[in-house]
C-alpha cells in the first residue's frame, strides 16, 4: 500500500533529532519536504520557505508541526483547511482557545488532529500510570531543573510571549503528571521568578491538587540550574509504594527495585499512534497540559529576575 505522504514544517532540533529519523525508518509516512524560513534541500525532499507556498505547489496526505507554539496555530489551521491530516509537537498552540479552535476544525473537516505530549509515551510512565490507578494518588513532587544554555542555545524565542519560557520543558513534566493522576489536577499557587530581561518565567514553583489527593503536589521548574539536570517525578500511592521517574520519564523505579527502562522510544510510539488514529479517522486533542500552564500564567505572583 501506498505510504501516506507527510512533510515537517519546522525544522530545527526536535525535527532533526526525532521526527526526521522516525519518518525515515516508517513503513507508512514518506517523507516527501520540509518547511523552514531557512531551510535548506533535506536529503532529496523538497524544501520551502513557508508552508504556504509548500501547500500550492504539492500533494501531501499529513504535516508536523514543529515549529515554536506561537505560529503554529495558523499554520495547523491552514492544513486542516487544505484537508491534511495535522500532528502537532508539544505545546499544541500558544493558548487554550487556539486549541478549541483546531479541535472545531478538525471535526468539520473530517481529519486527524494529534496533539502529541512526547513524554507521556515512555513505558515508564504508562507502567507509573497503571500502578497509580491500581492503588491510588497520595502525593507527587516534580523536579525539572535544567541549564537554559546548555539546551536551548540561540532559541530567543522561548523569552517571547508565547515562548512559554521554563513551561517549554516544564509542560513535559505537567504531562506526564495529567496522565498520571486519576483525578483533575488544579492549580492551586504559583510563583514565577521572570527572565530579567525576556516576557517569560525562568523559574516557576506551582502548588496542584486534586479531588481525594491528600499531600501536596508540588512542581519546582529552574533553568538556572548548573551541572546534571534533573528531571524526576517523585509519586508515592496510598498503598505506600513509591514510584520514581527519572530521565524525563524514561525511568521508572518502583520501591528499590531494579529500574525499569523505556523501550523503543517515545517517537516511533507516537508516529505509531498518529497512524492508527489517521486509519481508524479519530483525533487525538489533550489540552490539559497546556491548561495547567495557562491557569499558573493567570493566578501566579511574579518576582523579577
Ligand atoms: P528550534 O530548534 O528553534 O526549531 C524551530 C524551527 O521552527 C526552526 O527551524 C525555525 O526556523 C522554524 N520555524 C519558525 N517559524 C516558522 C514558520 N512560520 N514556518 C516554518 N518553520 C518555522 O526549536 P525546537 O527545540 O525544535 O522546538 C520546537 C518545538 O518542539 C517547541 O514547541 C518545543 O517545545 C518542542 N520540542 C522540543 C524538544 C527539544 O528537545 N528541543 C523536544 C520536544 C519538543 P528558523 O530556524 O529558520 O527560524
Known amino acids: 500500500m501506498a505510504r501516506l505522504r507527510i512533510a515537517i514544517i519546522g ?86 482557545g487556539e486549541v478549541a479552535d483546531l479541535e472545531a476544525l478538525s471535526r468539520r473537516n473530517g481529519r486527524s488532529l494529534f496533539t502529541t505530549w512526547h513524554a507521556q509515551f515512555n513505558d515508564s510512565v504508562l507502567e507509573a500510570a497503571r500502578l497509580v490507578a491500581d492503588q491510588g494518588l497520595e502525593a507527587m513532587r516534580i523536579d525539572w531543573l535544567e541549564d537554559v544554555e546548555k539546551w536551548h542555545p540561540g532559541q530567543q524565542w522561548i523569552w517571547e510571549p508565547g515562548g512559554f519560557g521554563v513551561f517549554d520543558a516544564g509542560i513535559n513534566a505537567l504531562s506526564i503528571a495529567t ?70 520519564g524514561g525511568t521508572l523505579r518502583i520501591d528499590d527495585q531494579p529500574p525499569i527502562r523505556s523501550g523503543q522510544g517515545e517517537y516511533h510510539a507516537i508516529y505509531d499512534k498518529f497512524a492508527r488514529l489517521i486509519k481508524e479517522g479519530h483525533s487525538l486533542i489533550d489540552g490539559e497540559p497546556l491548561r495547567l500552564v495557562a491557569d499558573a500564567f493567570l493566578l501566579a505572583r511574579r518576582d523579577q529576575g
Open 11 to 96: 525544522l530545527g532540533k526536535i525535527a532533526r533529532d526525532q521526527h526526521l529519523p522516525v519518518i525515515a525508518s516508517s513503513t507508512v509516512f514518506e517523507l516527501v519536504a520540509v518547511v523552514s524560513p531557512k531551510a535548506t534541500v533535506e536529503s532529496g525532499v523538497r524544501a520551502f520557505r513557508d508552508h504556504q507556498e509548500m501547500l500550492r505547489q504539492i500533494e501531501l496526505d499529513a504535516v508536523a508541526i514543529c515549529t515554536p507554539p506561537a505560529v503554529r496555530h495558523m499554520i495547523a489551521r491552514d492544513c486542516l483547511e487544505r484537508g491534511l491530516h495535522v500532528l502537532l509537537e508539544k505545546p499544541p498552540a500558544a493558548s487554550i
Open 179 to 248: 496522565a498520571i493522576s486519576p483525578a483533575k489536577l488544579l492549580l492551586r499557587q504559583a510563583r514565577f521568578s521572570m527572565h530579567p530581561t525576556g516576557q517569560e518565567p525562568i523559574a516557576a514553583n506551582l502548588a496542584l491538587a486534586a479531588a481525594g489527593v491528600k499531600g501536596p503536589i508540588d512542581v519546582i521548574l529552574d533553568w538556572r540550574h548548573k551541572g546534571e539536570e534533573r528531571w524526576t517525578i517523585d509519586i508515592r500511592t496510598r498503598a505506600h509504594t513509591r514510584l520514581l521517574l527519572s530521565d524525563g
